[in-house]
Each structure stands twice: as C-alpha cells, then as structure tokens.
C-alpha cells in the first residue's frame, strides 16, 4: 500500500493563507490524477479540487474557485494545494488521493497500490474567525 503523506494545515485567521502538501515517497503522483477532498466534522468528505495528470490543469468546486489553486513539482513528486482567503468555512480535514478529474467534479478511484477505501491521515485546517 502506498504511504500517502498529507501536510501543511494549521490554525490560520479568517482571509489568511496556507500551503497543503500531498506527498507519496515510493509512489508517482506524475500519471495520476490527484484530487483535493475535505471533511468538515459532522460532515461528509467533499471534493476541493483536482489536477489533471501530466499536467497543470485543474478543476475547482464552486465554493473555492478563485481562492484555492492545485499544482504539482514533478520534481519533488508532490502535488500542492494553495489556499488563500479561507473562510471559516473551510475548516475541514484535508486529504488528496488519485481521482478521475473532470470540470464537474472528482470521483475517487482505486488504482494498484492505492486502493479505493484507502485515505492518508489528512492535514487539520482551522480558520478562525
């Protein structure tokens, strides 16, 4: 099973910004689609946004557009999520994972070694307001 690691979450003020790390050390994240996904408490897991393998191009659900971009560092094999004027809303457990990305949405996939139901720890965001 691959060793997802999540990153980068604190407690941040109402309009500030944090950077989020998806990393797989013994996984290429290269080919894959990579979706964002969050779990606010009470609720349940929601997509955030997608990045598109072998590329730059992403997707964003509505309520992010414009606040939170996704990208990738082939090089550090890492996938990023850049969230800025976050909201009280946005409080959540975060989490990425290979996804089928299109303009309407993520749907979460399964690959080898990477199984469906398999999630990482995730990273907290807390903003406060």
């Known amino acids: 099973q691959v060793q997802v690691v999540e990153s980068g979450g604190g407690l941040v003020q109402s309009g500030g910004s944090l950077r989020l790390s998806c990393a797989a050390p013994?996984?290429?994240?290269?080919?894959?689609?990579i979706g964002w996904f969050r779990q606010a408490p009470g609720k349940e897991r929601e997509w955030v946004s997608c990045?598109?393998?072998?590329?730059?191009?992403?997707a964003y659900t509505d309520s992010v557009k414009g606040r939170f971009t996704t990208s990738r560092d082939n090089a550090e094999n890492t996938v990023y999520l850049q969230m800025n004027s976050l909201k009280s809303e946005d409080t959540a457990v975060y989490y990425c994972?290979?996804?089928?990305?299109?303009?309407?949405?993520?749907?979460?996939?399964?690959?080898?070694?990477?199984?469906?139901?398999?999630w990482g720890q995730g990273t907290q965001v807390t903003v406060s307001s």
């Open positions: 990045i598109y393998s072998r590329s730059e191009r992403a």
């Open positions: 994972a290979p996804s089928k990305c299109s303009e309407n949405g993520a749907q979460r996939v399964g690959i080898p070694r990477w199984d469906f139901d398999y």
């Open positions: 013994d996984f290429n994240l290269e080919p894959q689609d």
